[in-house]
């Protein structure tokens, strides 16, 4: 597998300097981040450096492509809002260098890295918001980097009124983005790990990226047991291509922003063939209203 990915330009060949590793390079090609003069290869702390932010906003605004992705994210948190009760807040969770509130200019912006700019710093497993006070929480690449999924739930049903949506849009295991997830991405990525939840030293430098599935398709029924009041209305793969076309957070891009209806007609013709060539994932969870 990895020699054709190779052969096909998707994989580092091997270093051969013995002061870089090999996952140092897998890291510097996935995520564009820059190496610190002090950072040991390999180790992702970087990630969770606040002072990221500007670089991140700068490469989401001048990437046409990758901000046209955006901009389709945050039109499924428009049409999910309509689907949900009038009255509450609506909150973003790890909403990091994005501009959702450019959208939705009601939302409120969050994260656990005290980014520049957000309105709120919040934990996804300590909601600071009232009982029955959120109408919409949205998480876009985010559920993956939650140590603890189901203290996150507990708060989601604690804070959402009855009707509330959750949205989640995360990676997902099809044919394209397995290997790319298994052997080339900087996050760790295992389904064979009975617990939802892993030991976190940092909200980015640790993950499992297989955590959505694992929740919404190998325990679906654990999670149905568990937290009986959400439900889960909608599992939707999608985008094969696009986000690896975008080149994501790295310098480069594949295609420019005029491309993108063209590369959008692509990916759907492939999820029409199968929903196994989808690279993520949306999911939408309902908590039930009071009977």
């Known amino acids: 597998m990895r020699t054709a990915l190779r052969r096909a330009g998707f994989y580092p060949e091997p270093s051969k300097n013995p002061l ?20 040991t290869p390999g180790n992702n702390s970087h990630l969770d450096d606040p002072s990221r932010v500007a670089e991140i906003r700068e490469k ?9 992705l955006y901009l389709e994210t945050y039109s499924k948190y428009s049409a999910c809002l309509k689907r949900c009760p009038a009255s509450g807040q609506i909150l973003e969770l790890g909403s990091g260098g994005g501009f959702s509130k450019e959208v939705i200019p009601q939302l409120i912006t969050s994260d656990i890295i005290p980014y520049e700019g957000v309105d709120r710093i919040v934990d996804a497993t300590q909601i600071p918001f009232p009982d029955r006070s959120l109408r919409a929480i949205f998480l876009f690449n985010v559920f993956h980097h939650i140590p603890d999924v189901r203290a996150f739930f507990r708060e989601a049903m604690r804070c959402l009124v009855p009707g509330g949506r959750i949205l989640i849009i995360d990676p997902y295991f099809g044919w394209i983005s397995s290997p790319i997830y298994n052997y080339l991405h900087h996050e760790p990525s295992s389904k064979s790990v009975e617990k939802w939840e892993f030991e ?3 909200p980015l430098s640790d993950a499992n ?6 929740v919404f398709q190998r325990d679906r029924a654990i999670f149905e047991s568990e ?14 291509l696009r986000y690896w076309i975008s080149g994501g957070l790295k310098n480069w891009s594949l295609a420019s922003g005029s491309q993108f209806e063209t590369w959008s007609k692509i990916d759907n013709a492939l999820i029409s063939l199968s929903e196994k060539f989808a690279s993520f994932v949306d999911i939408e969870l309902v908590k039930q209203t009071d009977q």
Request: charge should be positive.
């Open 60 to 68: 989401i605004r001048k990437k046409e492509f990758l901000r046209a």
């Open 200 to 202: 976190s030293s940092g």
């Open 20 to 39: 870089i590793s090999n996952e140092f390079l897998h890291e510097t090609l996935l995520t564009g981040a820059r190496m610190k003069p002090n950072q």
């Open 227 to 240: 937290f009986a009041k959400l439900n889960l209305v909608s599992y939707k793969p999608h985008s094969p």
């Open 209 to 214: 990226i297989a955590l959505a599935w694992i």
